[in-house]
């Protein structure tokens, strides 16, 4: 099957599949429920530049429909946006980006659940990486990602995990930075709540083949960790592990082989109040590095917090620091070392349920460390956004 053709087919499928499934006695809840957002925003810096940057105001239209079912069994969401993108002055980048996400989740058993994911997205701005991985990506994008899933209760106090997962993405106006990744995990919980109150180890391993022009890069890594609550408000996860690095070269004369070995982990601590929420996280492994032809070692940082002062009236505030790594010849064929801090404080008042406004300022900070460059970005956005609920 052809790369062009899979999207289309594997959301057909995933789509048929949920009709498949037929209603199940209480609990059946569908949703229809089309949506609106209006942005405005001023951007000093759209494309990074550390000399002549470029300034613009951007305006994003973004209508939208979300369709849902949940039963006692089936969890089924198809949603779909298209975000079109107006700036004053680069009407070269004026552009209509669609993004569509399907999901589906359906439980045989008590014990037993399976779940599909896909996702297509098209994207031209600058920054729709740089909350995710730390980068930035000046050119056009399209990306698909599939993924299966089964959890599996083994018994009262034990469950396990299995996942696959496919990622491609396109660059058409630089196809030589195109990549495709493989992967899957196998994951296993078990509750130490006899010997330790709110307690659950972990262990997991995972694979993921990512492949470039010219390199594949596979990765194996094996993490232990623990789940705790250790308050009715904080709680904490921690996975650290090992890991193992292969990378392949393509030379005009033959191929060449690396090996790499180095550690990961992901820690995060949660609080959930009653009126605030918030997670800090740390995150380090080797992943593919978008828009660079290669993978990287990436370390990063996040903060997400909000706060709800008054009823209609909330604030967010979410920030990060990013580093991507790899010298010359380790996971990519050029050195990459890349620095990020993001700063993103917000309000957002709600007028009714399906009706609210947010304004947000977003500070960013790019440092290329190979070629000793710095660009700063400050970003102001004010969004109006409306739902209107036809049945639910």
């Not at 729709?128 to 959890?151: F, K, M, P």
Request: no cysteine.
């Amino acid at each position: 099957m052809s790369p062009d053709r899979s999207p289309a087919v594997a959301t057909v499928l995933l789509l048929f599949a949920a009709a498949l499934f037929p209603p199940v006695a209480g609990g059946d809840e569908t949703r229809v429920v089309p949506s609106l957002a209006l942005k405005g925003e001023y951007n000093n810096n759209l494309f990074f530049t550390e000399k002549n940057p470029k300034e613009s105001y951007v305006g994003t239209v973004s209508p939208g429909l979300k369709l849902s079912r949940r039963t006692e069994r089936l969890d089924a969401v198809l949603s779909s946006v298209v975000d079109g993108v107006y700036y004053s002055a680069e009407e070269n980048l004026d552009s209509w980006n669609p993004r569509g996400q399907g999901k589906l989740g359906y439980r045989f058993t008590p014990a037993f659940r399976l779940s599909a994911d896909a996702s297509l997205r098209a994207d031209k701005r600058p920054e729709h990486e740089i909350e995710t991985s730390g980068l930035v990506v000046t050119t056009r994008t399209r990306q698909r990602d599939y993924a299966l899933g089964a959890e599996i209760s083994m018994s009262e106090k034990s469950a396990a995990g299995l996942s696959y997962g496919y990622n491609r993405v396109d660059y058409p106006d630089q196809p030589l930075q195109d990549s495709e990744t493989h992967s899957g995990s196998v994951n296993l919980v078990v509750d130490l709540g006899q010997r330790f109150t709110e307690t659950k180890g972990r262990a997991g391993f995972s694979y993921a083949s990512n492949r470039f022009t010219g390199l594949t890069v596979e990765n194996y890594a094996f993490t232990v960790g623990v789940q705790k609550g250790a308050t009715e408000l904080w709680s904490v996860q921690a996975d650290i592990g090992g890991r193992y690095t292969r990378s392949e070269f393509d030379f005009l004369f033959g191929k060449e082989k690396t090996d790499n070995w180095g550690w990961v982990a992901n820690v995060s601590l949660f609080y959930k109040g009653e009126r605030g929420n918030g997670s800090l996280g740390y995150g380090r492994s080797v992943t593919a590095a978008s828009g660079r032809g290669g993978a990287a070692e990436r370390n990063a940082v996040v903060l997400d917090l909000a706060r709800r002062f008054l009823y209609e009236l909330s604030g967010t505030f979410s920030a990060g620091y990013y580093r991507n790594f790899s010298d010359a010849g380790e996971f990519s064929l050029q050195g990459i070392d890349e620095q990020t801090v993001r700063a993103r404080p917000g309000l957002r008042y709600d007028f009714t349920k399906d009706i609210s406004v947010e304004a947000a300022y977003q500070y960013t900070r790019l440092r290329n460390r190979i070629s000793s460059e710095t660009a700063e970005q400050h970003a102001g956005t004010l969004r109006f956004a409306v739902r209107y609920p036809l049945y639910e």
